[in-house]
T-cell receptor, first 114, second 112 residues
Framework: DVKVTQSSRYLVKRTGEKVFLECVQD?????MFWYRQDPGLGLRLIYF???????EKGDIPEGYSVSREKKERFSLILESASTNQTSMYLC?????????????FGSGTQLSVL | AQTVTQSQPEMSVQEAETVTLSCTYD???????LFWYKQPPSRQMILVIR??????QNATENRFSVNFQKAAKSFSLKISDSQLGDTAMYFC?????????FGPGTRLSVLP
């Protein structure tokens, strides 16, 4: 079974802190994603990486950066956390079968910024 | 650009009954997929069912089936014989390549 592991299930940080959210996948997938999940808004893509050191901005990249130094690890960085970044963060990895990209999700990190 | 709309923020159904969750979408792509994901309280997103847009036949997976109306851009999920374990958030999504767009979700409660 594919496993996508997010390092923290719950995280509480202070405004202005630098925050790292870590995600590791064990299936050698090329693609990895960071989504933000908010009530009434569904999942919104923050960043996407299609290879080591390669990244693309998603729909809401402002206030976030990412790092992918190794294929299995994709980190989301909040340079200076703000209260409006309080949210659920979901990491995913994917691989393609035929024309279909199959997504596998982690269990999410609930981040509270106080 | 893709958009996905789920007009029912919350729904409830009695155990063993049937419920239908609505989803409409918009896309300019000709080759796309549609998905229903389930997110139970454990927060683990689980793929329930998927539909290739070029296939006219509606997808089914055990108690889960879809009603795919391509011209109307509608993709509803029917859950038959609802079980307590079906209680979850359900997200409709459309995707092509690595681009996925998710709807806002429908919270389904199955009542004993």
């Amino acid at each position: 079974d594919v496993k996508v592991t997010q390092s923290s299930r719950y995280l509480v940080k202070r405004t202005g802190e630098k925050v790292f959210l870590e995600c590791v996948q064990d299936m050698d997938h090329e693609n990895m994603f960071w989504y933000r999940q908010d009530p009434g808004l569904g999942l919104r893509l923050i960043y996407f990486s299609y290879d080591v050191k390669m990244k693309e901005k998603g729909d809401i990249p402002e206030g976030y950066s990412v790092s992918r130094e190794k294929k299995e690890r994709f980190s989301l960085i909040l340079e200076s956390a703000s209260t409006n970044q309080t949210s659920m963060y979901l990491c995913a990895s994917s691989f393609r079968v035929g024309g279909l990209e199959k997504l596998f999700f982690g269990s999410g990190t609930q981040l509270s910024v106080l | 650009a893709q958009t996905v709309t789920q007009s029912q923020p919350e729904m409830s159904v009695q155990e063993a009954e049937t419920v239908t969750l609505s989803c409409t979408y918009d896309t300019s792509e000709s080759n796309y997929y549609l998905f229903w994901y389930k997110q139970p309280p454990s927060r683990q997103m689980i793929l329930v069912i998927r539909q290739e847009a070029y296939k006219q036949q509606n997808a089914t997976e055990n108690r889960f089936s879809v009603n795919f109306q391509k011209a109307a851009k509608s993709f509803s999920l029917k859950i038959s014989d609802s079980q307590l374990g079906d209680t979850a958030m359900y997200f409709c999504a459309s995707g092509y390549g690595q681009n996925f767009v998710f709807g806002p979700g429908t919270r389904l409660s199955v009542l004993p």
